[in-house]
C-alpha cells in the first residue's frame, strides 16, 4: 500500500499559518469570490476567499495581499457555495457491505470527508484484531476516521453468542493504546439503568479516557430511564425515532444524532421537533447515516443525501449543514479541528452548486482535492487482509432436519412470532395460530408466516446447545418455495435463514457457508441472487459500484419472491439485534424485551 495521503500536525505549523495570513509567506491553495457558508453564526459570506496552508486555512476573507508562488492553485469559485466538509458521527462501515478503503472512495465524492465508524459488526466476528486491522486499513486515507470502540461484543451477553466478548480490560487497552477516538454506542441501555457493575467498569474506562460516549437507548421512559441513561456519560444517541425523544434528549443535553439511513428512516419523523417548533435551539442536533448499503451511495449519496431530505421536509439549509458540521465537530469535542471554515480548522471544503440539491462539484480533504464531480481524482489502493479474515464461516452444511421445529401434534398450535415493520429497528411479538404437520410446525406462506433460523458460524465442531435457534417472522410476504439467507445478522452475525420452505432455506444457507458469507436468495430450488462476503462474512473485496450492483440485485430477488419493501435486507438483518424489543431470534432461541421489563428468553410455543 503506497502513500496516498499525509496530514501535519496543527501544533508545528502555527508560525507558518500566521505568516501566510499577513502575506507574508506563499499559500498553497486560493479559493476567491466563494459564497462561504459560515455555520458558526449562520450566515453567507459573499465574494469570500479562502487562503489554504499545509491542509490547514490560514485566512478567511479578502486575501488579495496573500501571497502566491509557481506551487500555489488559485481558483476563482464565483457563484459557488465554500461548505465545511460533511462528518457523520455515528456510522457503520460493515453495513456498506464494502471494507473501509473502497467505502471512503465511494462517499468522499459525496463531500463525507469525516466518519466515526463503530466497528462492533466486525468486531463481534474478529474480536480486538478487527479494531488493529481497521487502524492499518485506515493508513493515509483522505478521509477521517475516527473509530469508535466497539463496547458490546455480544450486544447482551448470556443471550446470543458471537465470534468474541469485549470485556472491559480490553477497553481499557484500546483507548491506553490509541488505536480508537471515541467510544460507540453502548446498546445495554438495560445494563446501564440498572447498574451492571461490567458495563458500568466499560463507561468507567472511557470517562477516566476522556472519551466521548456515544449511545443506543431504545427505551421509551424519558424520565427516569432516560435520565439514569444520560447521567452515567452518554453523550449522544441515534436510536430514537420521535420527536417527543429528540426533545427529550436535546433537552437533557444530549446530541440527538438522527438517522436517516437505507432502511432506518426516522428522520422525517424527528425534524418535526424542530420545524413545528420555531425558534428551537438546534445546536444539539446532528444528523447520521447509521447503516446505509452500496447501493443507496452509488445511487442517492451519502451525507448529501441526507442533507438533501432534510431540507426537502422543511429544514433551514443553513441549519441542516450545521447539524453535519459545527454540530457534529462540538459533539466530538474536536471543533478546532473539524467543522467550520474558520481559520487554523482542517481544510475540508466543499465546492457546491447550491444549498437545496447539493450537488458536490469538488471536494477538498487537508487542502487536497481529491474528488470532482462525483469522482474520485485519484483511485485509492487496496488492503491485504490476513487469511483469519476471510476465512470465518465455521459451520458444517445444513439439512431440512436442522430446520425442523417440533409440535404437540395438533392441527395448530399458538406460537410467538416475530412480526417485522418496514423501515423501523423494532419488531413486535405477536400470537399466530401455526400448522403442524407430522409433528413439525410449517411454515405458512398463505398468512405470510415463514420460519426462521439463527445458527452460530463463528467456531467449528460445537456441540448443538445453544448452536441454533429457530423462530417464526412474519411481514416478510415471500412466496411458498422462498427462502433468504445472510451472515450480516446484527450484531451477532450469526448465519441468518428465513423461509417458506425447508429445502429452499438449506439452499440458501449452503449457498453461504460454501462461499464463506454473504446474501443469497432461492426461488423454486434455485439460487436466483448470491453475493459473497468474504472479509468477516460481512463485506466485499470489491468497489462500491460492483458491490451496489450485487446489492441491487439482492433486492430485486426479494422483490421477485414476493418482499414489496425497499431495502429489507437491512430489515431481516436486525432479527437478531437481541437489544432492541420486542422479539428477535438469537442462536439461543427467542429473546423478549417489552417496555419496563428486562429482556429474557421466552418458548416459541405458548401453551
Same mark, same amino acid.
Given at each position: 500500500?503506497?502513500?496516498f495521503?499525509?496530514r501535519?500536525?496543527?501544533?508545528?505549523?502555527t508560525?507558518?499559518?500566521?505568516?501566510?495570513?499577513?502575506?507574508?509567506?506563499?499559500?498553497?491553495?486560493?479559493l476567491r469570490?466563494?459564497?462561504?457558508?459560515d455555520?458558526?453564526t449562520?450566515?453567507?459570506?459573499?465574494?469570500?476567499d479562502?487562503?489554504?496552508?499545509?491542509?490547514?486555512?490560514?485566512l478567511?476573507?479578502?486575501?488579495?495581499?496573500?501571497? %502566491?508562488?509557481?506551487n500555489?492553485?488559485?481558483?476563482?469559485?464565483?457563484?459557488?457555495?465554500?461548505?465545511?466538509g460533511?462528518?457523520d458521527?455515528?456510522m457503520?462501515?460493515e453495513?456498506s457491505?464494502v471494507?473501509?478503503?473502497?467505502?471512503?472512495?465511494?462517499?468522499?465524492?459525496?463531500?463525507?470527508?469525516?466518519?466515526?465508524?463503530?466497528?462492533h459488526?466486525?468486531?463481534?466476528?474478529?474480536g480486538?484484531d478487527a479494531? &488493529?486491522?481497521?487502524?492499518?486499513s485506515?493508513?493515509?486515507?483522505?478521509?477521517?476516521?475516527?473509530?469508535?470502540?466497539?463496547?458490546c461484543?455480544p450486544?447482551?451477553p448470556?443471550m446470543? =453468542?458471537?465470534?468474541?466478548?469485549?470485556?472491559?480490560?480490553?477497553?481499557? +487497552?484500546?483507548?491506553?493504546?490509541?488505536?480508537?477516538?471515541?467510544?460507540?454506542?453502548?446498546?445495554?441501555?438495560?445494563g446501564?439503568?440498572?447498574?451492571?457493575?461490567t458495563v458500568?467498569?466499560i463507561?468507567?474506562?472511557?470517562?477516566?479516557?476522556?472519551?466521548v460516549?456515544?449511545?443506543?437507548?431504545? &427505551?421509551?421512559?424519558?424520565?427516569a430511564?432516560?435520565?439514569?441513561?444520560?447521567?452515567?456519560?452518554?453523550?449522544?444517541?441515534?436510536?430514537?425515532? #420521535?420527536?417527543?425523544?429528540?426533545?427529550?434528549?436535546?433537552?437533557?443535553?444530549?446530541?440527538?444524532?438522527? *438517522?436517516?439511513?437505507?432502511?432506518?428512516?426516522?428522520?422525517?419523523?424527528?425534524?418535526?421537533?424542530? %420545524?413545528e417548533?420555531?425558534?428551537?435551539?438546534?445546536?444539539?442536533?446532528?444528523?447520521?447515516?447509521?447503516?446505509?448499503?452500496?447501493?443507496?451511495?452509488?445511487?442517492?449519496?451519502?451525507?448529501?443525501?441526507?442533507?438533501?431530505?432534510?431540507?426537502?421536509?422543511?429544514?433551514?439549509?443553513?441549519?441542516?449543514?450545521?447539524?453535519?458540521?459545527?454540530?457534529?465537530?462540538?459533539m466530538?469535542?474536536?471543533?478546532?479541528?473539524?467543522?467550520?471554515?474558520t481559520?487554523?480548522?482542517?481544510?475540508?471544503?466543499?465546492?457546491?452548486?447550491?444549498?437545496?440539491?447539493f450537488?458536490?462539484? +469538488?471536494v477538498f480533504?487537508?487542502?487536497?482535492?481529491?474528488?470532482?464531480?462525483?469522482?474520485?481524482? *485519484?483511485?485509492?489502493?487496496?488492503?491485504?487482509?490476513?487469511?483469519?479474515?476471510?476465512?470465518?464461516?465455521?459451520?458444517?452444511l445444513?439439512?431440512?432436519? =436442522?430446520?425442523h421445529?417440533a409440535?404437540?401434534?395438533?392441527?395448530?398450535?399458538?406460537?410467538?412470532?416475530i +412480526?417485522?415493520?418496514?423501515?423501523?429497528?423494532h419488531t413486535l411479538s %405477536?400470537?399466530?395460530k401455526?400448522?403442524v404437520? =407430522?409433528?413439525?410446525i410449517?411454515?405458512?406462506?398463505?398468512?405470510?408466516v415463514?420460519k426462521?433460523?439463527?445458527?452460530?458460524?463463528?467456531?467449528?465442531?460445537?456441540?448443538?446447545?445453544?448452536?441454533?435457534?429457530?423462530?417464526?417472522?412474519?411481514?416478510? &410476504?415471500?412466496?411458498?418455495?422462498?427462502?433468504?439467507?445472510?451472515?450480516?445478522?446484527?450484531?451477532?452475525?450469526?448465519l441468518l435463514?428465513?423461509?417458506?420452505?425447508?429445502?429452499?432455506?438449506?439452499?440458501?444457507?449452503?449457498?453461504?457457508?460454501?462461499s464463506?458469507? &454473504?446474501?443469497?436468495v432461492?426461488?423454486d430450488?434455485?439460487?436466483?441472487?448470491?453475493?459473497?462476503?468474504? @472479509?468477516?462474512?460481512l463485506?466485499?473485496?470489491?468497489?462500491?459500484?460492483?458491490?451496489?450492483?450485487g446489492?441491487?440485485?439482492?433486492?430485486?430477488? @426479494?422483490?421477485?419472491?414476493g418482499c414489496?419493501?425497499?431495502?429489507?435486507?437491512? #430489515?431481516?438483518?436486525l432479527?437478531?439485534?437481541?437489544v432492541?424489543?420486542?422479539?428477535? @431470534?438469537?442462536?439461543?432461541?427467542?429473546?423478549e424485551?417489552k417496555e419496563?421489563?428486562?429482556?429474557g428468553?421466552?418458548?416459541?410455543?405458548?401453551?
Amino acid at each position: 500500500m503506497t502513500s496516498f495521503h499525509t496530514r501535519i500536525p496543527h501544533h508545528l505549523i502555527t508560525r507558518d499559518l500566521a505568516a501566510v495570513a499577513m502575506g507574508q509567506k506563499p499559500a498553497d491553495l486560493i479559493l476567491r469570490n466563494g459564497k462561504l457558508v459560515d455555520v458558526c453564526t449562520a450566515r453567507i459570506k459573499e465574494n469570500c476567499d479562502l487562503a489554504v496552508y499545509k491542509g490547514y486555512i490560514a485566512l478567511v476573507g479578502d486575501a488579495s495581499h496573500v501571497l %502566491t508562488d509557481e506551487n500555489t492553485r488559485v481558483a476563482d469559485v464565483s457563484g459557488k457555495y465554500l461548505c465545511p466538509g460533511l462528518i457523520d458521527s455515528h456510522m457503520h462501515v460493515e453495513s456498506s457491505m464494502v471494507d473501509l478503503r473502497s467505502f471512503a472512495a465511494g462517499v468522499l465524492p459525496c463531500g463525507t470527508t469525516t466518519i466515526c465508524p463503530d466497528i462492533h459488526e466486525l468486531t463481534n466476528v474478529l474480536g480486538m484484531d478487527a479494531i &488493529g486491522l481497521f487502524q492499518e486499513s485506515s493508513a493515509d486515507l483522505p478521509l477521517k476516521v475516527l473509530t469508535a470502540m466497539p463496547v458490546c461484543v455480544p450486544s447482551l451477553p448470556g443471550m446470543e =453468542d458471537s465470534g468474541a466478548t469485549i470485556t472491559p480490560k480490553d477497553v481499557k +487497552q484500546a483507548y491506553a493504546s490509541g488505536l480508537v477516538f471515541l467510544q460507540g454506542e453502548q446498546m445495554n441501555f438495560p445494563g446501564v439503568m440498572y447498574g451492571d457493575q461490567t458495563v458500568h467498569e466499560i463507561v468507567g474506562h472511557g470517562l477516566a479516557a476522556n472519551k466521548v460516549l456515544t449511545g443506543h437507548y431504545a &427505551g421509551e421512559d424519558l424520565n427516569a430511564g432516560l435520565n439514569a441513561y444520560i447521567a452515567s456519560g452518554m453523550t449522544a444517541d441515534h436510536e430514537t425515532t #420521535t420527536a417527543t425523544g429528540a426533545q427529550a434528549r436535546a433537552g437533557l443535553g444530549m446530541y440527538v444524532q438522527q *438517522r436517516y439511513g437505507s432502511a432506518w428512516l426516522d428522520l422525517p419523523n424527528l425534524i418535526t421537533a424542530i %420545524t413545528e417548533n420555531p425558534g428551537t435551539d438546534t445546536r444539539f442536533y446532528t444528523m447520521v447515516t447509521d447503516d446505509v448499503t452500496s447501493a443507496t451511495i452509488v445511487e442517492e449519496g451519502h451525507l448529501d443525501r441526507v442533507f438533501r431530505k432534510a431540507v426537502s421536509l422543511g429544514l433551514n439549509p443553513i441549519i441542516a449543514l450545521q447539524m453535519i458540521t459545527i454540530n457534529a465537530a462540538q459533539m466530538l469535542e474536536q471543533s478546532r479541528w473539524i467543522g467550520s471554515l474558520t481559520p487554523g480548522r482542517a481544510a475540508d471544503i466543499l465546492v457546491v452548486d447550491n444549498l437545496t440539491d447539493f450537488m458536490v462539484e +469538488q471536494v477538498f480533504s487537508d487542502g487536497v482535492k481529491v474528488a470532482e464531480k462525483g469522482e474520485m481524482l *485519484r483511485p485509492v489502493s487496496s488492503f491485504k487482509y490476513p487469511d483469519t479474515a476471510i476465512n470465518t464461516m465455521h459451520l458444517k452444511l445444513l439439512s431440512p432436519l =436442522d430446520f425442523h421445529i417440533a409440535a404437540p401434534g395438533t392441527d395448530r398450535v399458538r406460537t410467538r412470532v416475530i +412480526q417485522l415493520v418496514p423501515g423501523r429497528v423494532h419488531t413486535l411479538s %405477536t400470537i399466530v395460530k401455526m400448522p403442524v404437520i =407430522d409433528g413439525v410446525i410449517s411454515a405458512d406462506p398463505g398468512n405470510d408466516v415463514a420460519k426462521a433460523g439463527m445458527f452460530f458460524r463463528h467456531k467449528p465442531n460445537l456441540p448443538a446447545e445453544n448452536t441454533r435457534g429457530l423462530g417464526l417472522v412474519s411481514g416478510t &410476504g415471500f412466496k411458498p418455495g422462498t427462502a433468504y439467507a445472510s451472515t450480516v445478522s446484527h450484531d451477532c452475525h450469526n448465519l441468518l435463514v428465513v423461509g417458506m420452505d425447508d429445502e429452499a432455506m438449506v439452499l440458501a444457507a449452503n449457498t453461504l457457508i460454501n462461499s464463506g458469507g &454473504g446474501l443469497a436468495v432461492v426461488q423454486d430450488n434455485r439460487v436466483v441472487s448470491h453475493l459473497p462476503l468474504p @472479509l468477516g462474512g460481512l463485506m466485499s473485496l470489491s468497489s462500491v459500484e460492483t458491490t451496489a450492483d450485487g446489492v441491487s440485485s439482492i433486492e430485486k430477488a @426479494l422483490q421477485q419472491i414476493g418482499c414489496p419493501h425497499v431495502a429489507f435486507e437491512m #430489515t431481516m438483518s436486525l432479527l437478531g439485534l437481541v437489544v432492541l424489543g420486542e422479539l428477535r @431470534l438469537s442462536n439461543r432461541g427467542l429473546v423478549e424485551m417489552k417496555e419496563g421489563q428486562a429482556p429474557g428468553f421466552v418458548d416459541l410455543i405458548v401453551l
